[in-house]
RNA sequence: GCGCCUGUAGCUCAGUGGAUUAGAGCACUGGUCUUCGGAACCAGGUGUCGGGGGUUCGAAUCCCUCCAGGCGUACCA
């Protein structure tokens, strides 16, 4: 797969090398420079990159930094990259593209197809990211969508910045609120047969479970009742966690989210691994045996507290079974880098994770986790809560079913996941037709319905150096951002950047669109104008797939 | 109490220490004029960047403090 050098990259060497020379020369001071950092100007009169590095070597270098930017200026060596590039109060350096330069990427983009954008930052670390992986102690809710939504598209991001990256799904199917689970289950199953049970205390209250325990009571008959009730509840149990488990899937898939691997809670204790684990951390000295439990001393590692492994009736903790997960990732799996996406609600789990992996002899800096804020689901003025346990819940099968993947993805990805979420259900459907995804959407099928409109117009041939005006050149800069953007995304795992990316590509494409006439009576232009269309294409398609968001060709 | 996250336009939110006027979408108003898809384009304006200190040549961005909200702080997950 042909990977492209980052713009920005070979800028900043042609600057460094121009310090260099001027310091070889004397024009500048030997000061020592470590990088030459580059950001994107906000205007467009201050070129297409800019650097700040006269401001910064000012006080170092005893000069102006007006004298510095020239120095530095006039030793620019000339490449057909760069347009222009100057000195300007009070220390910028400006650098424009070159309109010739910008304008035969457009035949690089064509050429690059669907791998355009991709870039060479992993260089193959391998890398594992999990997420969701909610409690399969009912449907899932419309925030483990927003998880999904963030997971899938970073993984795709990740994977697009070269990284070998494998998603998975930690399926909690052991502990004790499977336990609780099981019963609930049972519970409602003899009901329906007119016993008299209660749901356990803790127990989950949702009618989702009545209906489970119906689809089994049509199935099965009452077979279960006649069992040992200790026996029915467990074959019972594992039917009610096989189904959950199994909406899980699909609700994700027709999210369009995707799994190389669920990863069973369950299979950690039957081969022993738990077992394994706790041994490790009691030989390096991180458990303590107090009050009949069996403690992690994770305060020894600058946790601010102890957590327990082992209750004092011998029940593990679900902390010993992540522990133990994390260690079949480090140290059977050797992964290189792992990400473990989670809500904001069991933010509790961060410190002791990092506690965790460095007490199993794994550098923590290789374990990240991100934790995204919740979101509150609201109709109209109404809130709603979200709760396996009361029963309360918005599923997110009801989302995906009211708003559909495409803007269910867009949403949940258009804020960081630092901040918290606002949905409102209502609004989200009623605006669907104003959802920004469509804008995009659309202008992908707008894109397309010109492609089909120019029919055989053979555009391969097209001579796309006489694309230098203003809105086809605004088009070209806005296309060549997308590998800078998968280096931010992959870099500071946001992938929040894309949708605004794609509304700003699809603004400009409209724009040019307006402006320019594609299909005209000048056959060359025509050729010319569609190459870029082509172009245009390739990356709001590219742009659409990374976010797992559908690209259209009719609407 | 302590910890994490947040506070930017009427609403929902972007904003990697930099450029006399801090951005986008929605909503609102007016225009385009519609032979390639009008689900479009163009033009309009509001901000004590929660308050107050500090660091810096320069702060929405970094530090301190206060206020407000969310979440966490279990032998739950």
Same mark, same amino acid.
């Given at each position: 797969?042909?990977?492209?050098?980052?713009?920005?990259?070979?800028?900043?060497?042609?600057?460094?090398?121009?310090?260099?020379?001027?310091?070889?020369?004397?024009?500048?001071?030997?000061?020592?420079?470590?990088?030459?950092?580059?950001?994107?100007?906000?205007?467009? &009169?201050?070129?297409?990159?800019?650097?700040?590095?006269?401001?910064?070597? /000012?006080?170092?270098?005893?000069?102006?930094?007006?004298?510095?930017?020239?120095?530095?200026?006039?030793?620019?060596?000339? %490449?057909?990259?760069?347009?222009?590039?100057?000195?300007?109060?009070?220390?910028?350096?400006?650098?424009?593209?070159?309109?010739?330069?910008?304008?035969?990427?457009?035949?690089?983009?064509?050429?690059?197809?669907?791998?355009?954008?991709?870039?060479?930052?992993?260089?193959?670390?391998?890398?594992?990211?999990?997420?969701?992986?909610?409690?399969?102690?009912?449907?899932?809710?419309?925030?483990?969508?927003?998880?999904?939504?963030?997971?899938?598209?970073?993984?795709?991001?990740?994977?697009?910045?070269?990284?070998?990256?494998?998603?998975?799904?930690?399926?909690?199917?052991?502990?004790?609120?499977?336990?609780?689970?099981?019963?609930?289950?049972?519970?409602?199953?003899?009901?329906?047969?007119?016993?008299?049970?209660?749901?356990?205390?803790?127990?989950?209250?949702? %009618?989702?479970?009545?209906?489970?325990?119906?689809?089994?009571?049509?199935?099965?008959?009452?077979?279960?009742?006649?069992?040992?009730?200790?026996?029915?509840?467990?074959?019972?149990?594992?039917?009610?966690?096989?189904? +959950?488990?199994?909406?899980?899937?699909?609700?994700?898939?027709?999210?369009?989210?995707?799994?190389?691997?669920?990863?069973?809670?369950?299979?950690?204790?039957?081969?022993?691994?738990?077992?394994?684990?706790?041994?490790?951390?009691?030989?390096?000295?991180?458990?303590?045996?107090?009050?009949?439990?069996?403690?992690?001393?994770?305060?020894?590692?600058?946790?601010?507290? #102890?957590?327990?492994?082992?209750?004092?009736?011998?029940?593990?903790?679900?902390?010993?079974?992540?522990?133990?997960?994390?260690?079949?990732?480090?140290?059977?799996?050797?992964?290189?880098?792992?990400?473990?996406?989670?809500?904001?609600?069991?933010?509790?789990?961060?410190?002791?994770?990092?506690?965790?992996?460095?007490?199993?002899?794994?550098?923590?800096?290789?374990?990240?986790?991100?934790?995204?804020?919740?979101?509150?689901?609201?109709?109209?003025?109404?809130?709603?809560? +979200?709760?396996?346990?009361?029963?309360?819940?918005?599923?997110?099968?009801?989302?995906?079913?009211?708003?559909?993947?495409?803007?269910?993805?867009?949403?949940?990805?258009?804020?960081?996941?630092? /901040?918290?979420?606002?949905?409102?259900?209502?609004?989200?459907?009623?605006?669907?037709? &104003?959802?920004?995804?469509?804008?995009?959407?659309?202008?992908?099928?707008?894109?397309?319905?010109?492609?089909?409109?120019?029919? #055989?117009?053979?555009?391969?041939?097209?001579?796309?150096?006489?694309?230098?005006?203003?809105?086809?050149?605004?088009?070209?800069?806005? +296309?060549?951002?997308?590998? &800078?953007?998968?280096?931010?995304?992959?870099?500071?795992?946001?992938?929040?950047?894309?949708?605004?990316?794609?509304?700003?590509?699809?603004?400009?494409?409209?724009?040019?669109?307006?402006?320019?006439?594609?299909?005209?009576?000048?056959?060359?232009?025509?050729?010319?104008?569609?190459?870029?269309?082509?172009?245009?294409?390739?990356?709001?398609?590219?742009?659409?797939?990374?976010?797992?968001?559908?690209?259209? &060709?009719?609407?």
């Amino acid at each position: 797969m042909r990977r492209f050098g980052l713009i920005r990259e070979r800028i900043a060497l042609l600057l460094k090398e121009a310090i260099q020379r001027a310091q070889a020369k004397g024009a500048l001071p030997p000061v020592a420079v470590t990088e030459v950092a580059l950001e994107r100007p906000q205007k467009p &009169e201050f070129g297409d990159y800019a650097s700040t590095i006269p401001l910064k070597l /000012s006080r170092a270098a005893r000069m102006s930094p007006m004298a510095i930017g020239k120095a530095i200026v006039d030793e620019v060596s000339s %490449t057909d990259l760069i347009g222009k590039v100057e000195a300007v109060p009070p220390g910028f350096i400006n650098v424009t593209l070159s309109e010739s330069w910008l304008a035969n990427q457009v035949d690089a983009i064509i050429a690059a197809g669907p791998a355009f954008g991709d870039i060479a930052l992993g260089r193959g670390v391998r890398m594992q990211i999990e997420f969701v992986s909610a409690n399969p102690t009912g449907p899932l809710t419309a925030a483990s969508g927003r998880g999904g939504a963030l997971g899938d598209t970073l993984a795709n991001v990740l994977s697009a910045a070269g990284f070998e990256v494998e998603r998975e799904y930690f399926i909690n199917d052991a502990g004790s609120r499977m336990e609780v689970f099981f019963q609930t289950v049972y519970a409602r199953y003899a009901q329906a047969l007119g016993q008299a049970e209660d749901v356990p205390p803790e127990g989950y209250h949702g %009618t989702y479970v009545s209906d489970l325990a119906q689809e089994i009571l049509r199935e099965y008959g009452d077979r279960f009742l006649r069992l040992p009730r200790e026996r029915a509840t467990e074959e019972m149990g594992r039917i009610a966690l096989d189904r +959950m488990v199994g909406a899980a899937k699909r609700d994700l898939a027709d999210m369009g989210v995707r799994y190389d691997c669920w990863f069973s809670e369950q299979s950690l204790y039957d081969s022993s691994l738990v077992k394994k684990t706790l041994e490790l951390l009691r030989s390096r000295g991180f458990t303590d045996e107090r009050e009949g439990a069996l403690w992690f001393t994770s305060s020894a590692l600058g946790e601010d507290k #102890d957590n327990v492994l082992v209750r004092s009736n011998g029940a593990p903790t679900y902390f010993a079974s992540d522990i133990t997960y994390h260690y079949n990732k480090f140290l059977i799996r050797n992964y290189d880098q792992v990400i473990d996406i989670l809500g904001a609600d069991h933010q509790g789990h961060v410190p002791r994770m990092k506690a965790g992996v460095t007490a199993l002899g794994v550098d923590p800096d290789h374990l990240t986790l991100i934790v995204h804020q919740m979101i509150t689901l609201r109709r109209g003025d109404e809130i709603v809560r +979200m709760s396996k346990r009361t029963g309360d819940i918005v599923s997110l099968r009801e989302v995906l079913d009211e708003v559909g993947p495409d803007a269910c993805r867009f949403f949940f990805l258009s804020r960081s996941a630092d /901040s918290q979420m606002d949905f409102d259900l209502d609004l989200a459907k009623r605006q669907s037709n &104003e959802n920004p995804v469509y804008y995009v959407q659309y202008a992908h099928a707008r894109i397309a319905s010109i492609l089909r409109y120019a029919g #055989d117009v053979d555009f391969m041939t097209g001579n796309v150096t006489l694309l230098v005006s203003e809105p086809e050149q605004t088009l070209i800069r806005k +296309m060549l951002q997308l590998p &800078e953007l998968v280096e931010i995304a992959a870099t500071r795992l946001e992938p929040h950047h894309l949708p605004y990316f794609a509304q700003d590509l699809a603004a400009v494409f409209h724009s040019f669109y307006k402006q320019c006439r594609v299909v005209s009576d000048d056959l060359e232009l025509t050729r010319a104008r569609l190459k870029l269309v082509e172009a245009a294409k390739i990356v709001l398609a590219k742009t659409l797939a990374l976010m797992g968001v559908a690209a259209p &060709e009719q609407m």
